[in-house]
């Protein structure tokens, strides 16, 4: 079992930055792969970026070049830095794992809402 444990959302204006994390907790050394995904009102959930153990990345194409997910992997926690916000990127923010018997959680979810 893995938990997940979101922080770091909250109000900011358009072109503003915020920087998520998520720490995990439990059977942490099966963590192949970290990420967050967002789920904005009315809209489907969608892959926003994911990390690997080694540091590969990979982003949607709507947030590349705005957005970095790292990882430290001796605190077991992953970050999302978010800069030049835009009013779509309100959603709630979820991270994700996926451990090495194919199973994934998900944390609870941290609201980003971007408005002047």
């Known amino acids: 079992q893995v938990q997940l444990v979101e922080s770091g959302g909250g109000l900011v204006q358009p072109g503003g930055s915020l920087r998520l994390s998520c720490a995990a907790s439990?059977?942490?050394?099966?963590?192949?792969?970290m990420g967050w995904y967002r789920q904005a009102p009315g809209k489907e959930r969608e892959l926003v970026a994911i990390?690997?153990?080694?540091?590969?990345?990979n982003y949607a194409d709507s947030v590349k070049g705005r957005f970095t997910i790292s990882r430290d992997n001796a605190k077991n926690t992953a970050y999302l830095q978010m800069n030049s916000l835009k009013p779509e990127d309100t959603a709630v923010y979820y991270c994700?794992?996926?451990?090495?018997?194919?199973?994934?959680?998900w944390g609870k979810g941290s609201l980003v809402t971007v408005s002047s």
């Open positions: 990390i690997t153990r080694g540091g590969s990345t």
């Open positions: 439990g059977s942490i050394f099966s963590i192949n792969i």
């Open positions: 994700t794992a996926l451990v090495a018997n194919g199973a994934r959680y």
